[in-house]
């Protein structure tokens, strides 16, 4: 058996619970990765057992142009950390370093009905958004997905709303391999964040944030500049109407309301009567402002670290030792119940 060390002792596998959540390093990270994914992972890394992996096998369902995928790898690495996941407290690696999640997505889409993938909502809009490339990866994204989760034995998944239906998929395909064979995987839980708010595009806020929009000004990034962050905000779209407050009908306004919550920590009521009687321009600057001065020591760390490529570098190969020993554990355990001949037997 191989070395065990510090970070995965017999201690913190057994007594806490074990949480697996990953980004893609499909492109940049923005402010919806912080809110959405990034703070709540800081907070859950003192009471679990965290693995948190940069899902790169994942990004390539959908083309990436490969010396942006290997940057955007490192960067990725940068951000958690600058965003305060600290390696000796979780398991940070790159999703490829540890072959065995390839190997037991294979195993899983052996037991996967092809329904069970074809009726995936993810497939169906990547389907639409990706005509030109519709492979068999974005059709089986699901089983990596499972695999990824089960190998790690994850009690708890961290999940919004678009993950449901593949965490769901992946209790299924536990179940049935349990059943089939014996009790071999863990069946995961969604853990649904108590904080976390879904940020919207600038230009177009009835739609998610996300990275690999091609148009940058929908965009906050965080390794923008304040004077980028501050003339983004400036020209994001707002609704009709001059009032500042949260409605279903204000998109735009209650995208800015919940980046300004995000950024100083006031709440709803106490930012409408902050501004009630002001104008979006306003209301658009502070908001800006207020968005570049939570960003800037992030933005700070990240270039400090992304600089420091042979620390990086350690502490990914340090994270990929770590998640390959738990990970090949529950790989022999589904080779030898499947019945693949082992040379060690
Ligand atoms: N705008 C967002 N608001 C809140 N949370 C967000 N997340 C992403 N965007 C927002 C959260 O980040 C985690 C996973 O991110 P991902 O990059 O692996 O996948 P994604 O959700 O598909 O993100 P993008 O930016 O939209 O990627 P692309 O453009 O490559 O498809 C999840 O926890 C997600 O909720």
Redesign the pocket.
């Known amino acids: 058996m191989e070395k065990q060390n510090s970070k995965t002792n017999t201690d913190t596998i057994t007594r806490r619970k074990t949480i697996l959540?990953?980004?893609?390093p499909?492109?940049k990270l923005?402010i919806?990765?912080l809110?959405?994914?990034l703070d709540n992972w800081v907070k859950l890394q003192d009471e679990y057992n965290c693995f948190y992996m940069i899902?790169d096998l994942?990004?390539i369902t959908?083309r990436q142009v490969p010396a942006l995928l290997r940057s955007q790898t490192l960067e990725t690495v940068a951000i958690y950390l600058a965003c305060g996941i600290d390696p000796k407290k979780s398991t940070l690696f790159v999703q490829s370093h540890v072959a065995e999640h390839s190997q037991l997505a294979w195993v899983l889409n052996c037991f996967t009905g092809m329904g069970e993938c074809s009726k995936m909502t993810q497939f169906k809009d990547k389907s639409k958004t990706h005509k030109e490339n519709i492979n068999v990866g974005l059709f089986s994204y699901p089983t990596l997905m499972a695999a990824d989760i089960l190998l790690y034995q994850a009690d708890l998944v961290?999940?919004?709303e678009?993950?449901k239906q593949h965490l769901e998929l992946s209790r299924n395909l536990a179940q049935r391999f349990n059943h089939y064979y014996s009790n071999t995987f863990k069946i995961p839980e969604p853990y649904i964040p108590k904080i976390?708010?879904?940020?919207?595009s600038l230009q177009e806020p009835t739609k998610?944030?996300?990275?690999?929009?091609e148009n940058e000004r929908n965009i906050i990034f965080i390794d923008d500049t304040r004077e980028q962050i501050i003339n983004k905000v400036k020209r994001s779209v707002t609704d009709s109407g001059s009032e500042i407050k949260m409605a279903a009908d204000k998109p735009g306004i209650s995208n800015l309301m919940t980046l300004y919550n995000i950024a100083t920590g006031k709440n709803f009521t106490e930012i409408e009567s902050e501004f009630s009687g002001k104008g979006y321009g306003d209301f658009k600057l502070a908001v800006g402002e207020a968005v570049a001065d939570y960003i800037q020591p992030i933005r700070e760390k990240f270039i400090e670290y992304r600089n420091d490529k042979k620390m990086l570098n350690d502490i990914l190969k340090e994270g990929a030792s770590n998640a390959h020993f738990v990970a090949s554990r529950t790989l022999s355990k589904v080779y030898k119940k499947i019945g693949l001949y082992s040379l060690d037997k």
């Open positions: 959540s990953g980004i893609q499909s492109g923005t919806g990765h809110s959405g994914a899902a994942h990004a959908v961290p999940v919004g678009d993950q976390g708010a879904r940020i919207m998610k944030m996300s990275k690999s929009d």
